[in-house]
């Protein structure tokens, strides 16, 4: 009799767990060690430098992230952007680009880049091609 009261109230408990959205009852607790989580700043490239005349070099110090895939390079045609990516180098400790867009002022700028993780901007600098 005790046994059947004991069933009884159990299956009680569990109907009553199952009607508030409960799908597992425990019957011992255990303490549970805390959860490490790290975070961290993909930094852009610098020392950003421009140089030429009828076509433009940008050279640069690699990011200090050993991590990142490379760096993408972006120009635009007004101070501040809005930029777009002209380019992808890889891997990361290749520091050149070259390019010859039509005569005009451009303002570069890079990121550094995993997957589809980028930096920030780096610094902007000036490049004026002539014909």
């Known amino acids: 009799m005790r046994s059947a009261l004991f069933i009884l109230a159990f299956t009680f408990a569990i109907a009553g767990a199952l009607s508030m959205g409960v799908l597992a009852l425990f019957s011992e607790s255990m303490g549970v060690g ?33 991590y990142a895939s490379g760096h993408r390079v972006f120009r635009g045609t007004v101070s501040g952007g809005p930029y777009t990516q002209v ?27 995993v997957e589809n993780w980028e930096s920030v901007d780096s610094a902007q600098v000036t490049a004026v091609v002539s014909p």
């Open 87 to 113: 380019g992808q180098v890889t891997p990361r400790t290749t520091t050149t680009f070259n390019e010859s867009p039509p005569p005009g002022t451009y303002y570069y700028v890079l990121r550094s880049y």
């Open 34 to 66: 805390a959860n490490v989580f790290s975070t961290d700043t993909l930094n852009p490239p610098t020392d950003l430098l421009s140089t030429g005349v009828t076509s433009t070099t940008l050279n640069w110090t690699a990011t200090s992230d050993t």
